[in-house]
């Protein structure tokens, strides 16, 4: 990863450790009505949410894991599947039962809690899992370019999906990518040093 991208998770972390504090100021509270007024009811940008269900993702991760597995026996690959995706998602649903923010009030709205949105948070780290692994041995700069605008494209809708159809406050999914974010760049960082710890070994 470029030297950019490691500065930035803590940036993120940051961000996030300050959103948790100020959850319930009156600036975020505004922040979240102004986000609601704006992107609510959007269809369009509502059906992104599909892209984010946990079934999908899970088919995605296990065909990503399958390809790590045939194509190069990438163990350590499979491992930052595991642990970008599943951790990550674990990791989601903690810090939701530990914050316990209540969703908006809409009908029929979902029962688990609201604080950080999974599809923000998880749909960052499937997401950049597949440009990080997609980009990883392309020499091709404008291709490595590409896909990572669609993976960051294609993040920043599922987020916003959740605001669309009212299941999330936007808080909730900037909260989501920058914890989501912060833990991509964690594992990545082991994930290279691993790597980097391995060919010295084998010289």
């Known amino acids: ?31 979240d009505s102004q986000m609601a007024h704006l992107l609510g009811d959007n269809r369009v940008i509502g059906l992104f949410h599909y892209l984010g ?7 995605i991760m296990l065909l990503l894991i399958a390809f790590l597995w045939f194509r190069s026996n990438n163990y350590r690959g499979m491992l930052f599947v595991v642990f970008t995706v599943g951790l990550g998602n674990v990791m989601n649903q903690f810090i939701k039962k530990w914050v316990e923010r209540e969703r908006p009030d809409v009908p029929q709205q979902l029962e688990s809690f609201s604080f950080p949105s ?14 990080f692994f997609l980009t990883e041995h392309q020499s091709n700069k404008l291709i ?6 669609g993976a960051v494209f294609i993040t920043i809708m599922v987020g916003l999906s959740r605001i669309a159809e009212h299941r999330h406050y936007a808080s909730d999914v900037l909260a989501g990518w920058m914890i989501g974010y912060t833990w991509f760049v ?11 710890a ?5 010289l």
């Open 1 to 31: 990863m470029k030297k950019l991208f490691y500065p930035l998770g803590l940036v993120t972390l940051l961000g996030f450790a300050a959103l948790f504090l100020y959850l319930e100021t009156k600036e975020i509270i505004q922040f």
């Open 53 to 59: 269900e946990t079934k999908f993702i899970v088919f």
């Open 144 to 149: 490595r370019v590409l896909i990572w605008i």
């Open 198 to 202: 391995f060919k010295k070994h084998t």
């Open 118 to 131: 999974g599809h923000a948070m998880v749909g960052i780290l499937y997401l950049f899992t597949i440009a």
């Open 186 to 196: 964690i594992v990545a960082l082991w994930y290279e040093y691993r790597n980097k």
